[in-house]
């Protein structure tokens, strides 16, 4: 049953979780989720992240688990093969979630790292469009795939691979714009799994708040929210909110669509759309006037005469 | 990076250091109290390949 379950999983984790996004992605399309907000640049950037991290990502992460880890840990390859099957769940679940939620809170709470993973929040849309969506810097350094490699190589394999079509899952369905989530709010007597669900993993109405580009109306909760599949790390570390409500609009308020390739490519690549936090003289966080708060907990201008950092009050 | 971050932040990591330790520390607590040493198998295992 075990070995059968891993083969379902193994399998699900290849393509499997590639033609479950596109399945998903024509249900959303066929309920009109989208809501005609997907224009021809907006869909050029998500097919282009969607395809080039699985062509340039993948082989990079392949070349690093097979020639440089001999390397590193010689002789260390299934040194720790002989732990127990849940015990390696739970153990590669933590190390690789625990490490995205940081490497997410980060690039929020730290001013310099925000434009690489403002590509993410940019889309005015929620659904499997926008999930893949990231600048390739943010995709490339995205540290926990590495850590996870480390201990396939260690030995910790089988385990990997289920806790990754788990964690796909789960992550998939928190930017699905379908609700799957409002019935254990809605049913009475599903409430207290509702109570459970929503504070373990990410949901919709959680995942969807991140991305919300409001903050702190009750709803919309960009500066929090940052767990991918345990929702458990934001409970912990405080950066929690949860209204069992969704978002009246997603993205970034002061986005003006910048092009496909400036933000999958910046810094190589800068936004022509003047005042954008990617264009050559753009702030690092830009702020709109009326919005003191945005998407950074110190929220800092560039003046574009000096270049000095200024901090809006 | 704001004070008030940095120093919420730097508060975190040691509660981070302790829940990437905790599911390790929770395997031994087990092994130890069910008396299993699965590391023996293993390398049983390998001197049997070697002979």
Known sequence: ?313 | MAKATRDKIGRSIFLSLFLYALPILLMFLYLSITGQKPWLKKANAATEQTK
Request: aromatic share 16%.
């Open chain 1, 1 to 313: 049953m075990g070995k059968f379950l891993q083969l379902i999983l193994d399998s699900f984790h290849g393509n499997g979780l590639v033609i479950f996004m596109i399945a998903l992605g024509i249900v959303e399309f066929s309920f009109g989720l989208y809501k005609g907000k997907w224009s021809k640049n907006e869909r050029t950037l998500d097919i282009i992240c969607f395809i080039i991290p699985r062509l340039v990502v993948r082989p990079a992460i392949a070349y690093f688990g097979l020639k440089l880890l001999p390397v590193v840990l010689p002789g260390y390859k299934g040194y720790f093969s002989w732990v127990p099957f849940f015990w390696g769940c739970l153990i590669i679940a933590v190390a690789d979630d625990l490490t995205q939620y940081w490497y997410h809170r980060l690039h929020h709470e730290v001013r310099f790292m925000w434009r690489f993973h403002r590509t993410h929040h940019s889309a005015p849309y929620m659904g499997m469009a926008m999930a893949s969506r990231q600048n390739l810097i943010y995709t490339f350094f995205f540290s926990q795939i590495y850590l996870t490699t480390a201990l396939v190589y260690l030995g910790l394999g089988p385990a990997a691979l289920v806790v990754g079509g788990i964690k796909g899952t789960i992550t998939t369905l928190a930017h699905s714009s379908i609700p799957w989530d409002k019935p254990f709010y809605q049913i009475k007597w599903l409430n207290p799994i509702a109570w459970v669900l929503e504070r373990l993993i990410s949901t919709p109405a959680t995942h969807h708040a991140h991305h919300a580009d409001t903050h702190g109306d009750g709803v919309g909760f960009y500066k929090g929210n940052f767990g991918n599949m345990f929702f458990l790390w934001d409970i912990i570390f405080g950066t929690a909110h949860i209204s069992r409500k969704y978002p009246e609009k997603y993205g970034i308020s002061h986005y003006e669509s910048d092009e496909w390739y400036a933000q999958f490519l910046w810094p190589i690549f800068k936004s022509k759309i003047p005042g954008s936090e990617l264009a050559a003289d753009g702030p690092a966080v830009r702020e709109e006037a009326d919005a003191p708060a945005g998407h950074h907990l110190q929220p800092v201008l560039q003046s574009r005469e000096t270049g000095a950092e200024v901090a809006i009050s």
